[in-house]
């Protein structure tokens, strides 16, 4: 069993940064990929950014790219999402997901889930 625990959301203009953490605990959390997901009122799950164990690999989905930076300290077992030039788009809940077992960009593929960090864009 993994756990996740999501940090570091809140409330911030439009083009501001944040910075998410994902705290992974468990039974080896650190050798799994990661991804982060999120969900806006009304609206499926959707992917944000995947990154493999090492880290050598990420993707992201189109609306982020070039804005948002995935990244993980195996040493902390922890995975960040830098998010720079936010846009009031961007306002969700983000979650961190480990151990994909299919498509990465799927969200029935990871088999653990955090319980998420809210993170409103003001225009």
């Known amino acids: 069993q993994v756990q996740l625990v999501e940090s570091g959301g809140g409330l911030v203009q439009a083009g501001d940064s944040l910075r998410l953490s994902c705290a992974a605990s468990g039974r080896t959390g650190s050798t799994y990929a990661m991804g982060w997901f999120r969900q806006a009122p009304g609206k499926e799950r959707e992917f944000v950014a995947y990154i493999s164990w090492g880290g050598s690999s990420t993707y992201y989905a189109d609306s982020v790219k070039g804005r948002f930076t995935i990244s993980r300290d195996n040493a902390k077992n922890t995975v960040y999402l830098r998010m720079n030039s936010l846009k009031p788009e961007d306002t969700a809940v983000y979650y961190c997901?480990?151990?994909?077992?299919?498509?990465?960009?799927?969200?029935?593929?990871?088999?653990?889930w955090g319980q998420g960090t809210q993170v409103t864009v003001s225009a």
């Open positions: 997901a480990a151990h994909p077992t299919g498509t990465y960009y799927l969200r029935s593929s990871y088999n653990y």
